[in-house]
């Protein structure tokens, strides 16, 4: 049995290290309460796989300036960044950020195909051009016979690959009217890859938000978040100075995000511009945040008996903290039965690029969150991250947006 106690760390309280001060580094009082709730703790049930250990290897790369082994390396790089340590931890430790720190220090440096990746996160004029590729591409037929000649594996494509689904190809219009009295005006964050795979639940956050009386923005000129950047040690500050620049110059009442993922790493915008980074940040909502606030009353909805049970992805119970609004907006459906979803502390394992940069500790975690959901017999899943839903849906999931489910209950 693994003792949490027996590890013959430092006494609680005495600080890591000297040198420059970090407090949320030198903070950690090696209590072990953070350990339980670590995925990879979970799956390898070994201390090196713990919060507390990573954060002593992040102490020694930003305070000690010392080289970490190629073990340590490993193992820091297990981490999902799901951020579940942060939210048990009664130190508060920053862990995010610091993990975000450490990466950059320890200067990854992506291959070829990671490099095209990001580039192509980065540029919507590329993307926009390859989606009518990858239709033609599932449309062919193709897929069956490169699976089995294993040319996609050899390529490191077969994991993207799976989760490919049928992409929209038409841009979103630039504005959508009100379609109840008009109270404001709100700007859409569309992302940049579920602008083309999660398409449905745009349009369903665009369709609540017309019906209680916003009139809907979608700037074309938006980038991707940076996060997929961020947490691989990449530069992401064009991507957030130009996301900050797009959304301060329109005259809206919100900028909304529906993708919790891509919400996190919003909420914590930084810039040299303060002031710009802070306006940002101060009209950005999460979409069940804004949507619940801003309910039309005598707005109705058709009743449903389906059995609904709702996954909190890790960016909104560890970061956002808000998933409360998601079961109060659900319970605006007469009869939809609600229920949390067992071991919601636990990721998932899509954890933004880790489903495909560790794809054997992500299939794990996701065959455990598989086993939850079918022992939960629920008609629905809702979660209100598309990676997340995408991952699970990937392998014969039924997983939604909670928006979608109210979208199709409008009057
Ligand atoms: S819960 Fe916080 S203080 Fe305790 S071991 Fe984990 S990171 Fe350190
Ligand atoms: S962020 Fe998640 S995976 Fe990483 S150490 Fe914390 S709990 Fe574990």
Redesign the pocket.
């Known amino acids: 049995m693994f003792d949490f106690m027996d590890m013959g760390f430092d006494e609680p309280g005495e600080p890591i290290t000297s040198g420059p001060y970090i407090p949320e580094a030198s903070e950690c009082l090696r209590c072990g309460m953070?350990i339980s709730?670590?995925?990879?703790?979970r799956l390898f049930q070994i201390d090196e796989e713990?919060?507390r250990r990573?954060i002593r290897t992040i102490s020694k790369i930003l305070v000690e300036n010392l080289p970490i082994s190629a073990d340590e390396r490993k193992h820091l790089d297990n981490?999902?960044?799901?951020?579940?340590?942060?939210t048990v931890c009664p130190s508060r430790m920053a862990?995010?950020q610091l993990?975000d720190q450490a990466r950059v220090q320890l200067k990854a440096n992506p291959g070829w195909l990671v490099k095209q990746a990001f580039r192509l996160i980065e540029n919507k004029r590329w993307r926009t051009r390859l989606m009518p590729l990858l239709s033609v591409y599932l449309k062919s037929g193709l897929q069956k016979p490169l699976r089995s000649i294993g040319l996609l594996k050899k390529l490191h494509l077969a994991e993207a690959e799976a989760l490919l689904a049928k992409p929209a190809l038409q841009a979103l219009a630039v504005c959508y009217p009100a379609s109840a009295k008009k109270c404001g005006k709100v700007a859409l964050f569309t992302g940049c890859i579920a602008e083309h795979f999660d398409r449905e639940t745009l349009l369903a956050a665009i369709k609540l938000l017309n019906a209680i009386g916003y009139e809907v923005l979608v700037p074309p000129q938006q980038s991707c978040c940076g996060a997929i950047h961020q947490h691989n040690g990449q530069p992401a500050a064009c991507l957030i100075d130009n996301n900050i620049k797009v959304f301060n110059a329109l005259d809206v009442d919100a900028v909304l995000h529906t993708a919790t993922g891509c919400g996190a790493m919003l909420s914590e915008y930084q810039s040299d511009d303060n002031e710009a980074a802070e306006l940002f940040r101060q009209r950005l909502y999460d979409i069940n945040d804004f949507v619940l606030k801003h309910w039309l009353d005598g707005l109705q909805l058709t009743a449903s008996d389906l059995k609904v049970v709702v996954h909190e992805p890790c960016s909104q119970r560890n970061v956002l903290k808000n998933q409360q609004a998601v079961y109060a907006l659900l319970q605006k459906i007469p009869g939809l039965s609600i229920a949390a979803l067992a071991d919601n502390h636990i990721?998932c394992g899509a954890g933004g690029s880790y489903m495909l940069t560790h794809p054997d500790n992500a299939g794990q975690l996701r065959a455990l969150k598989q086993q939850v959901i079918a022992d939960s017999s629920a008609d629905v899943v809702v979660s209100g991250n598309f990676g997340c839903a995408a991952y699970l849906n990937a392998d014969g999931g039924r997983v939604a947006h909670p928006l979608l489910l109210l979208a199709r209950q409008l009057l």
């Open positions: 953070c709730s670590c995925p990879t703790f713990t919060p990573r981490c999902l960044q799901c951020r579940a340590c942060e862990y995010g993990f990721c």
